[in-house]
C-alpha cells in the first residue's frame, strides 16, 4: 500500500500538522484527497472537521464522519461507499462551515480493511 505518509506529500506545504504528527487540510486538497484515494483504491473512512485559528484547534462536534465497516461487504463496494459518502460530507462542511474549515482523515486500504473483517467475524 502507499503509505499515509505519500498520499498526504502532496500538501504538506499547505497543511497544518501538529506536533503529534495530526494532518488537517484545507476544503481544497481535501477534495483532492478524496479523489486520490478513489484512484489508489484507498477508503476514507473517518473525517473530522476543525476550525484553527490563533486560540487553537478546535473540533466541530456537528462535523464528524464515522464510515467504519460494521458489516461484510465487499472490498470495492464498501471503498466507493465511503469515498463518496466522505465527498459528500465534505461538500456539505463546506457549505455550512466555509473555507476556512481544516479537515483531518482516517484511511483504510483493502488489508487493513480484511483485519476489520475478521474482526467483526470475532465479535459475533
Not at 34 to 44: D, L, N, Q, S, Y
Request: hydrophobic letters at 40%; proline letters at 4%.
Amino acid at each position: 500500500m502507499t503509505t499515509e505518509t505519500e498520499l498526504y506529500a502532496p500538501y504538506l506545504e499547505r497543511a497544518k500538522v501538529q506536533s503529534g504528527g495530526e494532518i488537517f487540510l484545507n476544503p481544497s486538497d481535501s477534495l483532492d484527497l478524496v479523489a486520490t484515494c478513489e484512484r489508489m483504491e484507498i477508503a476514507v473512512i473517518g473525517v473530522e472537521a476543525f476550525r484553527i485559528d490563533a486560540r487553537g484547534t478546535m473540533p466541530y462536534s456537528d462535523a464528524i464522519a464515522d464510515y467504519s465497516p460494521r458489516t461484510t461487504t465487499p472490498w470495492r463496494v464498501f471503498e466507493q461507499q465511503c469515498n463518496r459518502s466522505a465527498l459528500n460530507f465534505l461538500q456539505r462542511a463546506i457549505a455550512s462551515k466555509g473555507q476556512e474549515t481544516w479537515f483531518s482523515f482516517v484511511l483504510l486500504d483493502s488489508a487493513e480493511y480484511d483485519d476489520c473483517l475478521r474482526e467483526i467475524g470475532a465479535a459475533r
